[in-house]
């Protein structure tokens, strides 16, 4: 009863977010999907890059959970939904053991669409500006096979954009130890762009808490022992 009753509470809490109601169904079936997936599952879908040459030990969620094609239109706005996947990451500086907290955002498009990140914090609405991170274009050239000759036709290219935004260690613990997932709204400045609405649940953040503990804990370690190795 706890977990639909959460459920029933985020579903009001969407509807004080504009352009989130179209994405309320699939939501629900990430939701499902997700409160009960073990934090086991979870951390053998995270990855860890950890470089030697590297500053920072990074942490990603980025195979947690896909949320499939967005194939939303508001024809009267002239509108559209951008396919667009979202998960927790976070990253520990090895040198000085700070940890940074971030939502992730990986957009099907060739341009960071989304400029900031609105959310309600006890009935107080707030927003965080996103932060651009890369851009990759990936095009495969097709040939046409035309009585005996070869025809170049145009390449197709699947494009990728990811941005990051900023998020408290605070907020993360929150979402942890909450029964109804954590709502967000990715907006863009563009008005040919809809708001995506996606959600965070506790097993993510609960999961990617313990393993930022576990990764400094290794790291501590094994700067421990490069210093005794040391003459």
Known sequence: MKKLASVVLYGIACLSLSGCQSNLQKEH????????ES????????????????????????????????RELNSK???????????????IDKKTGNIDYYILIDMHTSD???????YTDNGEKKSINATDLDRETR????????????????????????????????????????????????????PEILPFHDIITAP?????????QQEKASAATSTDAELDAQP
């Open 29 to 36: 079936i990430k939701y499902k999907h997700l409160i009960n």
């Open 39 to 70: 934090e086991e599952n979870i951390q053998k879908k995270t990855t860890v890059s950890k470089q030697p040459w590297e500053r920072y030990i990074k942490i990603q969620q980025d195979h947690v959970y896909r949320n499939g094609f967005n």
């Open 77 to 91: 706005q002239n509108s559209v939904g951008i396919t667009t996947d979202t998960f927790l990451t976070a990253r």
């Open 112 to 118: 960071n669409v989304f400029q900031r990140m609105e």
């Open 139 to 190: 095009c495969v050239g097709v040939g046409i096979y035309t009585s005996n000759l070869i025809q170049d036709r145009a390449p197709s290219c699947d494009y990728e954009a990811k941005s990051l935004v900023k998020i408290s260690r605070e907020l993360v613990e929150n979402i942890s130890r909450s029964s109804a997932p954590f709502g967000f709204l990715l907006v863009s400045d563009s």
């Open 204 to 212: 993510e953040a609960h999961a990617l808490l313990a393993r930022v």
